[in-house]
């Protein structure tokens, strides 16, 4: 049977424990265009960011 050298440290096993707490990627309608997108995102198909034009839209 496989039995540890070292205890794990409490570090470590934050590390390893801290993906448990990530949660689905949320998603706000945008006002705008109504898509969908990431918070804090650039609207793609728009480029708007903040209600400033940041990139070019996608043709």
């Given at each position: 049977?496989?039995?540890?050298?070292?205890?794990?440290?409490?570090?470590?096993?934050?590390?390893?424990?801290?993906?448990?707490a990530?949660?689905?990627?949320?998603?706000?309608?945008?006002?705008?265009?109504?898509?969908l997108?990431?918070?804090?995102?650039?609207?793609?198909?728009?480029?708007?960011?903040?209600?400033?034009?940041?990139?070019?839209?996608?043709?």
């Amino acid at each position: 049977m496989a039995v540890p050298k070292r205890k794990t440290s409490p570090m470590k096993r934050g590390f390893r424990r801290s993906a448990d707490a990530l949660a689905i990627p949320a998603y706000v309608e945008d006002k705008d265009s109504g898509e969908l997108r990431r918070p804090h995102h650039v609207d793609l198909k728009t480029g708007m960011y903040r209600g400033r034009q940041i990139l070019t839209p996608k043709a």
